[in-house]
């Protein structure tokens, strides 16, 4: 059974790939949010297929997809849904958001104003939503793949600090090497890859794939190391804020996934070393001296782990 399911993941790949040229290591950390159930950011500047990757991923799953585009003019309930008054009889039926759905594509997360980004805290950290007064449990699997333009753009709204430790994953595609960008010129002279793609997984199979993650074996000593990566970045001298227990368990499930990536029913340390950048850069945040020195959060977690042995 085990098997069965891993061999769906070249093919999904293979799909991914026809879509977004030359970018294999962003479609693999795509994966391993999918199979550990973690929600992605991908971060960069327009233009490079950040919302195109989402929709392949949409497009080769046959779950049910909704894409919401981020504007200042959003509401909450433009997310969540609301109660609609029927003048007929009085009542009120409470009409679903597209929040209720399998892979939820935040487009442009950051052009919300910080009250409609914040409608999405509950859904992505407990899988739920609120709303006047009642608790409604999503589809499972439920997925957040948001993009957003780097904060130094005009029109955007900085990611609350809440919400990014939310995120298990944050992703920069880059540009493209030019003999790829020369190949994304033609494979669209027709038409868009994109509508090539077929679905080549269930929701029941990602939720299969995702209880075989967490079963693969993760031996004490790898938490112990995740545990004093996590440390570290709380005592580290350029941070105010360092990664929260919610940070340390996000990292131990996204190793437990590459681990099934790479076909292993068990986590080395270099899992653990591949994923921490992409796991716990964003939850960082930098002291004021530090931000102005032009440190980066990456190359703190780059110094924390070549400071903090394997063996601990």
């Keep these: 059974m085990a098997d069965a399911l891993r061999d769906l993941l070249p093919p999904l790949k293979a799909q991914l790939g026809k879509v977004i040229l030359g970018k294999a290591e962003a479609l693999d950390q795509l994966l391993i949010g999918l199979l550990s159930a973690s929600n992605v950011l991908l971060e960069d500047v327009p233009g490079v297929g950040k919302t ?37 009889d009085g009542s009120f039926t409470f009409k679903a958001g597209p929040v209720f759905c399998n892979i939820l594509l935040a487009d442009e997360i950051n052009r919300a ?128 804020t360092g990664c929260s227990p919610r940070g340390a368990l996000a990292l131990f499930r996204i190793t437990q996934a590459r681990a099934y990536l790479e076909g292993r029913d068990y986590v080395v340390p270099e899992d653990v070393k591949a994923q921490a950048i992409p796991t716990l850069a964003h939850r960082l945040a930098l002291d004021t001296k530090a931000r102005y020195a032009g440190v980066q959060k990456e190359d703190v977690v780059r110094q924390i782990l070549d400071q903090v042995p394997v063996g601990v």
């Excluded at 392949?56 to 997310?79: E, N, Y």
């Excluded at 333009?149 to 920069?172: C, I, K, M, S, W």
């Excluded at 494979?187 to 890859?193: A, D, E, G, I, N």
């Design 52 to 88: 195109t990757l989402a929709k392949a991923l949409a497009r080769s799953f046959a779950g049910d997809f909704k894409r919401v585009q981020f504007t200042p003019d959003l509401l909450p309930t433009d997310i969540t849904g609301s109660s609609v008054y029927n003048p007929q």
């Design 113 to 240: 104003s910080p009250r409609t980004q914040s409608a999405l805290l509950e859904a992505m950290s407990e899988r739920q939503v609120s709303i006047e007064g009642r608790t409604t449990a999503l589809p499972q699997p439920f997925l957040v793949i948001a993009t957003q333009n780097p904060v130094e753009y005009h029109g955007t709204y900085p990611l609350p600090e809440a919400q990014l430790d939310r995120f298990g994953l944050r992703l920069a595609l880059g540009y493209p090497a030019p003999e790829h960008e020369v190949d994304v010129l033609f494979s669209q002279t027709h038409h868009h890859p994109i509508d090539d793609l077929q679905p080549v997984i269930s929701p029941q199979g990602i939720l299969d794939m995702q209880d075989a993650v967490r079963a693969t074996r993760v031996e004490r000593s790898i938490g112990r190391y995740i545990v004093a990566l996590a440390d570290a970045t709380r005592h580290h001298a350029s941070l105010k």
